[in-house]
């Protein structure tokens, strides 16, 4: 077997799996017919060996190949699908695919940068251990939340005139900073006015409430 199988390729990237070397022969020849295979460290980062040994009628002989399997770097086995989330209020843990099995703090650390406001943060990613190196920075964008889904409505829409500026109490489904926003216009025969909610970023809230049928 030594002068008729030959191994194409002697260099590979760790990929969580047996590393099984592609081979060609000289002549046809079937395994575990003309010939068997054994391979030695060849799932790990490192220098392993494809054994192969001829049997059968026609073939004798061993032959021994050295494979080297070289560690994966983080840029090539970890993506990460969204870079764009919105604001909770609560720091981003971003959602990470990777090409092959990998256990945070043994294959790879992670490390999160601005990642609870609104703007731009960073998501870094090192590996580490026997199999992994590299370094991935990925820039991580915080929106604001739209706040027409917080704001629900008004606790009163609707007042007597009585030519006192009246306080306007949305109902949220949870605490958020907001301004008010008042403004007049006039109506045949009535004086509506409309209130517009703006966070405290100056992202509209919701459409303007009016207040129908107050005297002038």
Do not use: W
């Not at 256990?103 to 998501?123: F, K, R, S």
């Not at 007042?159 to 949220?172: A, E």
């Amino acid at each position: 077997v030594e002068n008729c199988i030959e191994v194409l390729e002697t260099s590979y990237t760790y990929n969580g799996e047996l590393i099984v070397p592609e081979v060609t022969t000289s002549h046809p020849m079937e395994l575990d017919t003309d010939y068997t295979v054994e391979y030695e460290d060849m799932v790990n980062a490192g220098t392993g060996t494809a054994t192969y040994t001829g049997i059968g009628s026609s073939h004798t002989g061993t032959k021994t190949v050295e494979i080297t399997i070289a560690k994966s770097d983080v840029n090539d086995c970890i993506s990460v699908p969204v870079t764009e989330y919105t604001y909770t209020g609560e720091a981003i843990v971003p959602d990470i695919i990777t090409t092959h099995s990998m256990e945070l703090g043994v294959d790879y650390t992670a490390e999160y940068e601005n990642l609870t406001e609104i703007g731009t943060g960073t998501a870094t990613y090192n590996g580490i251990g026997d199999n992994h190196d590299g370094e991935k920075i990925v820039n991580i964008t915080i929106v604001g939340e739209n706040i027409a889904n917080i704001i629900t409505g008004l606790e009163q829409n609707t007042f007597v005139y009585d030519g006192t500026q009246k306080n306007v109490i949305p109902t949220m489904t949870r605490e958020i900073s907001y301004n008010i926003e008042y403004s007049d216009e006039e109506r045949i025969n009535n004086l509506s006015k409309s209130t517009t909610l703006r966070d405290s970023g100056e992202q509209l809230l919701m459409p303007g409430y009016r207040y129908p049928n107050l005297p002038k």
